[in-house]
């Protein structure tokens, strides 16, 4: 196991346990103690985590696990998801796209989508995502808008009033959001308010609101209100998304989509 790989399977777990043993972390990657302790070290180095007396633990009360460690995290499900959302975009029309892992597989679908090879543009995609504009940017029948702003290392998103300023002269046909968090009484989040304020932006411009989330995120809260659930029209999850969970979002008025 290469040593990023590594690192991404101990962050993952460090989410979903909170703490994590030397040994314990050892025996779940089947690597020696003295290689997890010398991940443990360069980790608290980045301040990934935070080392204790025979382990970790996560970084912070709120911890946000960087994009680029999240991107193996329920992979095929943010992919059949991806591909469901970017079916409900017509060609020729304009699209944001927030940043997130579930939204980059979303501007991936659409790249490969057979009716979007040609157009003038094929499609309109508006992003403050930087990475997902890096990968669109190749396709010359797309039409890349990227807001500006100050970049956020943890998700690849540009912030501030540089992003402000151009989704204020914009609109759009539908925006999709990648989540932390969907509930539907505290709606859509995110971990930080100034994300969630550019994508909150986002939202208001456009005619159409989707929100691309796992079945983990949902029912769930997060510090930074994006939008209220009555302003999204369409849930595109996965089937592990439970019937009761399901049944709320629709009685709130909203179409959902399990894949």
Not at 69 to 98: C, F, H, M
Not at 129 to 149: D, M, S
Not at 166 to 183: K, N, P, R, S, Y
Not at 215 to 242: E, M, P
Request: negative net charge; glycine residues 6%.
């Amino acid at each position: 196991m290469s040593r990023d790989a590594r690192w991404k399977a101990l962050l993952e777990l460090l989410v979903e346990r909170g703490r994590l043993d030397v040994e314990e972390a050892a025996a779940e990657l089947e690597v020696s103690a003295a290689t997890i302790r010398r991940d443990f070290d360069q980790l608290a180095e980045q301040q990934m985590l935070v080392r204790t007396r025979g382990g970790a633990v996560v970084h912070g009360v709120s911890y946000e696990l960087p994009l680029r460690y999240k991107t193996a995290r329920r992979a095929s499900e943010k992919q059949r998801i991806a591909k469901a959302v970017a079916d409900l975009i017509a060609p020729g029309e304009a699209v944001g796209l927030t940043g997130g892992t579930t939204t980059t597989e979303v501007a991936r679908a659409l790249a490969v989508r057979g009716d979007l090879t040609s157009g003038s543009p094929a499609l309109t995609v508006v992003t403050n995502a930087l990475n997902i504009a890096n990968e669109l940017a190749v396709r010359p029948q797309f039409k890349i808008v990227v807001t500006g702003g100050v970049a956020r290392p943890q998700s690849y998103e540009l912030i501030g009033p540089l992003a402000d300023g151009v989704l204020a002269q914009i609109t759009i046909d539908v925006a999709v959001l990648g989540v932390v968090a969907f509930d539907v009484t505290h709606g859509a989040a995110a971990h930080d308010e100034a994300e969630a304020a550019i994508n909150r932006l986002l939202c208001e411009r456009a005619e159409r609101v989707v929100v691309a989330a796992d079945s983990s995120k949902l029912g769930q809260r997060a510090f930074a209100r994006i939008c209220a659930a009555d302003a999204v029209d369409t849930l595109v999850t996965d089937t592990t998304a439970t019937p009761e969970t399901v049944r709320r979002f629709e009685e709130a008025g909203l179409r959902v989509i399990t894949v």
